[in-house]
């Protein structure tokens, strides 16, 4: 089992930067597919990017394609999510998720991943 620890969010204005970070304790990330999702008040948990165990693999939401960039550090045990040109619609909670997805159609569904963080907001003004 792992456990992981979102960090990083914040406020920040339209067109800004900011890079969240997934802190694993327990077992080691690098045994897992990692995936980013968010939640806006009022609207359901989205996709928004994943990174397969390999590192190899990685798939994006069409809406941060461009500007969002996911990443491991298999030595830190942490997975990161480097965001940029970041716009009001971004603002939500987001979580960082692990588990082993066995189809890659699958990697875009929140239910297929095991293990959740508590989740950092972030907060874009315009």
């Known amino acids: 089992q792992v456990q992981v620890v979102e960090s990083g969010g914040g406020l920040v204005q339209a067109g800004g930067s900011l890079r969240l970070s997934c802190a694993a304790s327990?077992?080691?990330?690098?045994?897992?597919?990692v995936g980013w999702f968010r939640q806006a008040p009022g609207k359901e948990r989205e996709f928004v990017a994943t990174?397969?165990?390999?590192?190899?693999?990685?798939y994006y939401a069409d809406s941060v394609l461009g500007r969002f960039a996911i990443s491991r550090d298999n030595a830190k045990n942490t997975v990161y999510l480097q965001m940029n040109s970041l716009k009001p619609e971004d603002t939500a909670v987001y979580y960082c998720?692990?588990?082993?997805?066995?189809?890659?159609?699958?990697?875009?569904?929140?239910?297929?991943?095991?293990?959740w963080g508590q989740g950092t907001q972030v907060t874009v003004s315009s």
């Open positions: 998720a692990a588990g082993a997805v066995v189809y890659t159609q699958d990697l875009r569904s929140w239910d297929k991943y095991d293990y």
């Open positions: 327990g077992r080691t990330l690098s045994s897992y597919d």
């Open positions: 990174i397969r165990e390999s590192g190899v693999y990685i």
